[in-house]
């Protein structure tokens, strides 16, 4: 597993003094870029070729989030490519090895030229070295979304939303969708599924859904149309 050590910064902290959500999806986006910068495989390759990873589905699963100054560490490891299709876990643990969070992920590749799947080459093959699966128990990458979502205000993307593919970065959706959970509301499991991008100055109309126990939320970032960019579910257990 590919690993870096870090510190709970001031600014991944939420009014608690504990990691954010948001900051510890980030840490694990981070922990893949850096393992393909890494090995030879970064944004400069991809770009070269014309391809880029795109992400389909995030599970993530949360014992406890950090402290402020909190030293940890956080790895990566790819464990299946099928097609175009490739599979990585994450970790993040405290230097002591307490397991903090943990999550799985689903990745597409696609060539940006003729907007179809491509599949990985030798070269990303051999430079990401497959582990064994994560002992995790793993739910299924699409969500259901419910019928009885309350539909919430449209906004419009913004440029502090884009990322250097120039569409709506993975985390930013959960930053939007965290605007529809009350505080307080402490997730212990994440689950997304990335189903179309947006760009700059798309309008986003999300509809937010709650079980009744109200431990359970569901939000569908969608478009115009209704057809969704992305659906975040966010659990208490």
Request: proline share 5%; aromatic share 12%.
């Amino acid at each position: 597993m590919y690993t870096f050590d870090s510190r709970v910064r001031y600014s991944e902290v939420g009014v608690d003094g504990n990691m954010t959500l948001e900051s510890l999806l980030d840490y694990f986006q981070d922990c893949s870029t850096f393992h393909s910068e890494d090995i030879g495989l970064g944004v400069d390759y991809f770009n070269g070729l014309h391809q880029v990873w795109l992400l389909s589905a995030w599970q993530i699963c949360v014992n406890r989030y950090p402290h402020l100054c909190e030293r940890i560490v956080i790895g990566t490891a790819p464990y299946d490519f099928k097609g175009f299709v490739g599979c990585r876990n994450f970790e993040m643990r405290t230097k002591e090895g307490e397991v903090l969070a943990y999550a799985n992920s689903i990745w597409s590749l696609m060539d940006t030229v003729k907007m179809m799947p491509a599949r990985p080459n030798e070269q990303m093959l051999a430079g990401y070295v497959l582990s064994d699966k994560y002992p995790m128990e793993y739910a299924p990458r699409k969500i259901s979304v419910p019928g009885n979502g309350q539909a919430m205000e449209p906004f419009v993307v913004r440029p502090h939303h884009l990322d250097t593919n120039k569409h709506v970065n993975n985390g930013q959706y959960v930053r939007m969708a965290m605007e529809y959970v009350p505080e307080g509301f402490e997730v212990r499991q994440l689950r997304v599924e990335y189903k179309n991008q947006a760009v700059l100055d798309d309008v986003i109309s999300p509809v937010a859904a709650v079980n009744e126990a109200g431990t359970l939320y569901t939000v569908s970032l969608n478009r115009e149309d209704g057809r969704p960019y992305c659906i975040v579910e966010l659990a208490k257990a």
